[in-house]
Structures are given as structure tokens and as C-alpha cells.
């Protein structure tokens, strides 16, 4: 197995050749991950637990077929709700 080594000030940091980081930001909103549950949802889904809520879980027929949220409309629902304002 290759390894990629890096050292610098003393600090040597070996990353394997296969590692691969975890994805720590939400695929729709792009806001980074506050929770366990976050995570969980988006390996599940692709998607934080509140875009899962407002997006993934009322539209699951459509999620399951690829539909995702427009950006308009996820700053419409959750940059709003975030902010305290009403999307009404």
C-alpha cells in the first residue's frame, strides 16, 4: 500500500493511498454538519437532518428519484428559518 508522507515543522503526517476524508458539509444546503444525526442522515440520504426534514421527507418518491431542491428554494426554507423569519 503507497502512502503519502508530508513532514513539516518537525510533524510527519502519513495519509494512506486510500483514505478518503468524510464529507462534513450537507450536498443541498451546504452548511456543516452540528450533530451525530446530521451525519447519519446524510449517509442515508445525502442531506442534514433539516434539509431532510423540510426537502427529503416530504418529497421521498421524488428524492429517491433524483429531484433535489432548487437553490432558491433552500434559501427560501432554511436560510429563512435559520434567520427566525416566516416563509409564508
Known sequence: MSKKYYEKNGIA????????PSNTDCDIC???????????????HGCCIDCSLQFMQPNREKWKNGWRPSKEEVEKVIFNNINGENND
Open 30 to 44: 451546504g452548511y456543516a454538519f452540528r450533530h451525530q444525526e446530521d451525519v447519519i442522515e446524510h449517509e442515508n
Open 13 to 20: 503526517i502519513i495519509i494512506p493511498e486510500s483514505y478518503t
